[in-house]
């Protein structure tokens, strides 16, 4: 099995990606990126900034062509996986593993089901998509809040299933942009209901068997804002000075 990292170091305007943020993002990637190839080889897609810091820590970069039409933060997770086949996990920047992924056979695997977040993140949204009639682009689009996926981990079983969800992901898209007035409407962080709403709806529609890894797994996901607080920084960075980390060529073989 492969890691698979995606990261578009300039995100326009967004300060969230800008400045010390930026620095700190860099230094999430390394250690997360140094701790999973302990056990998988690793492929990054990065752009030109990206692959001059952090190339030289996995076993290929690919370039991110960075499509500018509706670019959105998470842009790049979707063209990683959409360019890979067979097996992979694409994992985030912010997520650390202290051993190997455990797997079980699962058509879908993702992070963890968001069953908090309903009243602010998706309750709007998916009203408004509802009634601006989404359903059009997205057959299997349930109005109702099945729990999200978190994405912060992805992998399919087959290509097949990949795709499905990738085609769905990217004809919402396509809708949100085109047709959606979303101009009118200050939707609280689109891509989530986008990539996340979208894969729980595929799931419970064609009773796909779907995973969380962080039930069976040991893994620090630290999404959102927390992970630029001073303090997990600082531990972040001694935790990265202060060892010496193997890769999986150095143990002799793959772990599958």
Request: charge should be negative; glycine fraction near 6%.
């Amino acid at each position: 099995m492969r890691i698979i990292y995606s990261f578009n170091t300039n995100v326009g305007d967004d300060d969230y990606f800008r400045g010390v943020n930026l620095e700190h993002n860099f230094l999430f990637y390394e250690l997360s990126i140094r701790l999973c190839r302990q056990y998988y080889p690793v492929t990054l897609y990065t752009d030109e900034y990206g692959a001059e810091r952090l190339g030289h820590l996995v076993d290929e970069v690919k370039m991110l062509k960075k499509d500018p039409e509706n670019y959105i933060w998470s842009e790049p997770k979707f063209e990683a996986i959409s360019n890979e086949t067979g097996e992979f996990l694409h994992v985030d920047g912010d997520l650390f593993i202290s051993k190997p992924f455990i797997l079980n056979d699962s058509d879908v695997y993702y992070d963890h089901t968001e069953i908090t977040l309903h009243e602010y993140y998706y309750k709007e949204n998916l009203k408004n998509f509802t009634d601006y009639g989404i359903s059009k682009v997205f057959p299997e689009w349930s109005s109702k809040y099945l729990g999200a996926f978190n994405i912060g981990i992805m992998g399919f079983k087959t290509d097949e299933i990949k795709n499905i969800y990738l085609d769905r992901y990217f004809k919402m898209k396509d809708w949100y942009y085109n047709v959606f007035p979303h101009d009118k409407f200050e939707s609280p962080i689109p891509s989530m209901t986008l990539g996340e709403h979208s894969l729980s709806c595929l799931s419970d529609y064609y009773s796909w068997k779907s995973t969380p890894l962080y039930d069976e797994n040991q893994y620090l996901h630290m999404y959102g804002g927390r992970k630029h607080l001073d303090m997990f920084y600082k531990f972040a960075k001694s935790y990265l000075e202060s060892r010496e980390f193997k890769t999986y060529k150095d143990h002799g073989n793959i772990i599958t």
